[in-house]
């Protein structure tokens, strides 16, 4: 009996602990502090590795980072196999492939973000970014 009611207490401060985490690390996110979030981040994928927020949160987090702009694709990868997802994921992973020379993928991603994003949402000048893509793939085929 002991051991449950200190497991159902370990589970309690566990889940409490972890909703505070994603307090913070959300709004690092949404201030694009996105190098200040990674460790939250990597602290909650290390907590629930197959949350496909996590991932496309994780992902975009690291692209930020000069060094890791490759391994961000698996992460955002991961995530926009999640229907639910949200569709910044799409643009993310378009801009992770879109840096790692792989044009024509970004430019299939970059168009998901466009049908997918809420019509409001001009954050991202994406028309911009599949243009740079056409001029890459021009640049490369030389």
């Known amino acids: 009996m002991r051991v449950a009611v200190f497991l159902v207490i370990a589970f309690i401060c566990l889940s409490q602990r972890e ?11 949404e201030k694009e502090q996105y ?24 992902g975009t987090c690291i692209l930020h980072k000069p060094s890791q702009k490759s391994e961000a694709i698996r ?3 991961f995530a926009v196999n999640d229907k639910n ?7 993310f992973l ?14 299939e ?3 998901k973000y466009l049908l997918n994003r809420a019509k409001k949402d001009k954050r991202y000048l994406v028309e ?15």
């Open 19 to 29: 909703e505070q985490i994603v307090i913070s690390a959300s709004k690092l996110f």
């Open 35 to 58: 190098v200040d979030a990674t460790p939250l981040y990597l602290k909650l994928l290390s907590l629930n590795p197959k949350n496909s927020d996590y991932n496309f949160r994780y």
């Open 75 to 77: 992460y955002l990868s």
């Open 85 to 91: 997802i949200d569709p910044r994921a799409f643009y």
């Open 94 to 107: 378009g801009k992770a492939l879109h840096l790692n020379y792989q044009f024509q993928s970004a430019k």
């Open 109 to 111: 991603n970059y168009n």
């Open 128 to 142: 911009r970014e599949i243009e740079m893509c056409e001029n890459g793939k021009k640049l490369l085929n030389q």
